[in-house]
């Protein structure tokens, strides 16, 4: 029984550590088209220089696995041919890339370079996937930097008001139903670098990091693979950034201010709003080649005072107990005798009622409704942190850790007790922690 757990450990591993990462598989073939076997390949991150090798088996096919979603080269070499080289080729997150490589009759010494993008050709996979990548998160426009919203780019998503949250379940994030292919809006699985990313309670989202801290995710809505697991919707990707060979930052400020604003229609001024969000992101090598680091926080600040609040309040002679303009014949309730013109008697007014009237404001209008300004008041912060270490071209380790608190602090006008609020703040936290071991090139599969 404990071999067999431990089994079901390594194999549960395995497939944690394959959610986030890709894959590349072809065959290498002559100019007649025949397999060539015994071939070496080496697929090489472009950012951080750490190669991975296999080869060619009997039948000309090989595979390189668990590679993370970025720009890569590819090259082959084997004896008797020149030597073949792709240098770019981009994987995305859970990319099952297909390379296919022609080898031609000369010295290995001379080498063939292709220098347009390899077509990476799923033929792998049924899965129906659209990726958005960095690109798409830095140009097209988002409401408060959450990248979830492209969601709705995907084919075959509905996207409309509804009682499910698929944004995180705090109060910026406005309830949203996301359904992929038919299903429920919080049927959709969340993963961050290879680990659930959801909120135990709703199974919806976590938060998110900002884009600047986002490489990239997919939105897989069909025939998705059963390494997810989960529920029965589609299955959201996410991979964070890391860091380089070369040091690369960002800072950063957007702001909205009332001033830029135009005024509510039917309000009689404008609402206040000041809204800054702002922070960097910064990632670079630790040791070159080797140990590498990123960051990212991101801070927003809420300021506002809309004026459009109302409510019912008693008007100035209902506070004095004079209800003689109600239709209604008022009861003592003690005697269940009627109270004479509807005007209670100032002798049988609760003093503490009249106590917390007094920081009630009159009504303004005859119906007893009047408005008022409830200053509202928000603090975010984020921040990410995550490293990688390559022990030559066999190990790889990866720790990231994630941490945000929205906060609502307490805010009352002494003066007026229809501003009351309760103090309220959500804290999220994840943190994925991966080993990655390359036993030997998978040489003996026969087809990718």
Known sequence: ????????????????????????????????????????????????????????????????????????????????????????????????????????????????????NAATVDTRSATLNTVVNQTMMTDLPLNGRNVLQLMRLTPG??????????????????????????????????????????????????????????????FQTNNYGAKFGGRGGGVVNIVTKSGTNELHGAVFEYVRNASLNARNFFANRND??????????????IRKNRTFLFGSWQGTKVRQDPPTLSSVVPTAAQRRGDFSALRTQLLDPRTRQPVPGNVIPSSQLDPVALRVLSIVPVAQQADGQTFFVRRSRTDNNQFLVRGDQYVGTRHHLTGRY??????????????????????????????????????????????P
């Open 1 to 116: 029984m404990s071999r067999l757990l431990i089994v079901m450990g390594t194999l549960s591993a395995a497939l944690f550590a394959q959610r986030n990462t890709a894959s590349i598989a072809g065959q290498v073939l002559d100019s007649s088209q025949s397999a060539v076997s015994g071939a070496q390949i080496t697929i090489r991150d472009s950012a951080r220089n750490v190669e991975r090798a296999a080869t060619s088996n009997s039948d000309g096919y090989y595979v390189v696995t668990a590679l993370p979603a970025g720009a890569y080269s590819i090259s082959a070499s084997a004896q008797g041919f020149q030597s073949y080289n792709v240098p770019n080729v981009t994987l995305q997150v859970d990319q099952q890339a297909t390379v296919h490589i022609e080898l031609k009759i000369g010295a290995v010494s001379e080498t063939v370079t292709v220098e347009a």
């Open 272 to 285: 206040g709003l000041r809204r800054n969000q702002y922070g960097f992101a910064l990632g670079g090598p």
């Open 157 to 218: 998503t509905l996207s409309a008001p509804g009682t499910w949250n698929q944004a995180s379940t705090r109060p910026e994030a406005a309830g949203e139903l996301i359904s992929a292919s038919g299903g429920r809006g919080n049927s959709t699985t969340f993963v961050m670098d290879g680990g659930l990313h959801e909120d135990p309670y709703t199974e919806v989202a976590n938060v998110v990091p900002n884009p600047d801290a986002v490489q990239e995710f997919s």
């Open 402 to 447: 994630f941490y945000d608190k929205l906060a609502v602090p307490a805010i009352i006008d002494k003066q007026n007790l229809l501003t009351a609020s309760n103090s309220r703040f959500w804290v999220s936290q994840s943190s994925v922690a991966a080993y990655t071991f390359t036993m030997r090139p998978c040489a003996n599969r026969r087809h």
